[in-house]
């Protein structure tokens, strides 16, 4: 079971960090990715990080500004994004699958197992 946290209020060019945390196992040999879903529109990748090696895959639309990490003592997934714009305004979802190679396995929501609860990201201009 996944578990989402970390979502808020802020104003544009402000900074966030969501949290994703794992209740009953490790990450080790799992990817775990973050997601969002806008009103209207369509879920769409954000970022991914595979915890057995520690890659990392970013959407164009965040590259730079965001940065996903793993913590091994809390067993957590984090995503820290900076310089927030109202675009990135979402319900933000993190999700685990077993570790692959490759963009690929990661870019698109249909091939993650596992999904935790939504958390609500606002960004004011």
């Known amino acids: 079971q996944l578990q989402a946290s970390g979502g808020g209020s802020v104003q544009a060019g402000g900074s966030l960090t969501l949290s994703c945390a794992a209740s009953?196992?490790?990450?080790?040999?799992?990817?775990v990715g973050w997601f969002r879903q806008a009103p209207g529109k369509e879920r769409e990748f954000v970022a991914a990080?595979?915890?057995?090696?520690?890659?990392?895959y970013y959407a164009a639309s965040v590259k730079g500004r965001g940065t996903i990490s793993r913590d091994h003592a809390e067993n957590t997934t984090n995503l820290q994004m900076n310089s927030l714009k109202p675009e990135d305004t979402a319900v933000y979802f993190c999700?685990?699958?077993?570790?692959?190679?490759?963009?690929?396995?990661?870019?698109?929501?249909?091939?993650?197992?596992?999904w935790g609860q939504g958390t609500l990201v606002t960004v004011s201009s």
């Open positions: 009953r196992r490790t990450f080790s040999t799992y990817a």
């Open positions: 999700a685990a699958r077993a570790a692959r190679a490759g963009s690929y396995y990661y870019t698109n929501a249909m091939r993650w197992d596992y």
């Open positions: 990080i595979n915890w057995s090696d520690g890659s990392t």
